[in-house]
């Protein structure tokens, strides 16, 4: 279903209503020239100017998704009017998620193959190549990699742990890249998760003797006590760049400026995850792993890792839920 399809059918059900350059560490790995060292960028640290706008998020539908397979979801992006996600209990396929009136169907889009002496990649976020063809997050790879529409997969990036490490980043295992971004002037923007949390950006073309990160490990926004701030996903719509913090239930936009990536508005749908109605048993932090943008919509998908519905504890289903997107 394309994404003005789903516009008709949701409006319908609806009803009225700061920078390191990473140069000398990648001449290590790639026998680039060296640089002078970075310095660590840490946008989040300069205080506001202004207190950023905080939206709630209105619930249009919340859906579950079919348990196929022990599928957990992990990332979204809308591609070719469809609306794709990948599992990091599967590592072999892309999935297409099918929304129908009262679920979400999950179906293989497109299997992955040449990687077959790679052992294990743990995919945890995606977005387009802007040519056709996807690049993955691999998470226990630590790097990205790219699948064209032949299904064929080769690495897009040298393995990015040292190089965020400089910076701070990657100091837990299973805590490292979480979410990829395509801008539309050619740079890929990256996700670290938490410990700490940061980005990474690659120039155009991938030209990684310009790469720079920053290590962002406070936030502007109040969080639930016990928890730290992270990024699970990144997505663009336009020339705009939105992150997941899982932790806070939030859409963030994050803007660029001279100092690198600071937080802006953002939009909260803490109130939807929570509804007894959809939330999960177990509640000691956020469960958000995938987010996609359009003109009119803001699609979440919650992996709860085969947890309970606390309405009904027979249906232990990931849910996707469907937000309204605010006016700008």
């Known amino acids: 279903m394309c994404a003005n399809a789903l516009f008709a ?9 700061g920078a390191r350059t990473l140069c000398g560490m990648l001449a290590a790995l790639h026998g680039i020239a060296a640089c002078a060292p970075p310095s660590i960028g840490q946008g989040l640290d300069r205080a506001p100017t202004t207190t950023p706008r905080l939206v709630a998020l209105e619930l249009v539908r919340a859906l579950p998704i079919e348990r196929w397979d022990n599928f957990q979801p992990s990332g979204l992006l ?31 889009h497109q299997s992955i193959s040449g990687l077959d002496d790679t052992d294990g990649l ?3 976020g995606m977005c387009s190549d802007g040519a056709g063809g996807l690049l993955l997050v691999s998470e226990e790879q630590t790097r990205i990699l ?13 393995p990015l742990k040292a190089l965020g490490a400089r910076a701070g980043l990657f100091q837990l295992a299973n805590a490292t890249l979480e979410g990829v971004a395509h801008l539309s002037d050619g740079r890929l923007v990256i996700a670290a998760e938490r410990s700490e949390r940061g980005l990474l ?12 990160v920053w290590s962002l490990p ?8 016990g928890r730290t701030p992270d990024f699970s996903d990144l997505t663009t719509h336009g020339d705009a760049l939105f992150a997941l913090i899982r932790n806070g239930h939030l859409v963030v936009r994050l803007r660029r400026d001279a100092a690198g990536w600071q937080e802006h ?30 003109e009119h919509f803001v699609y979440v998908v919650l992996d709860n890792n085969g947890d309970a519905r606390v309405a009904n504890p027979r249906d232990s289903r990931p849910q996707l839920l469907i937000f309204r997107r605010p006016l700008e």
């Open 265 to 294: 508005e953002a939009w909260s749908f803490e109130q939807s995850e929570n509804d007894p109605r959809y939330a999960y048993v177990h509640r000691r932090y956020g469960m958000a792993e995938g987010l996609a943008v359009d």
């Open 122 to 124: 743990d995919l945890e």
């Open 9 to 17: 059918l949701l409006k319908g059900a609806a009803g009225p209503g």
């Open 218 to 225: 406070t936030t502007l926004f109040h969080l639930p006590a």
């Open 201 to 212: 950006e690659l120039a155009p073309g991938g030209d990684f003797e310009q790469a720079q």
């Open 146 to 158: 790219r699948v064209g529409s032949d299904a064929s997969a080769r690495w897009y990036s040298p």
């Open 78 to 108: 809308w591609q070719g009017g469809k609306l794709l996600t990948v599992s990091d209990k599967h590592d072999g396929h892309v999935f297409e998620l099918l929304i129908e009136k009262h679920q979400v169907r999950v179906r293989e």
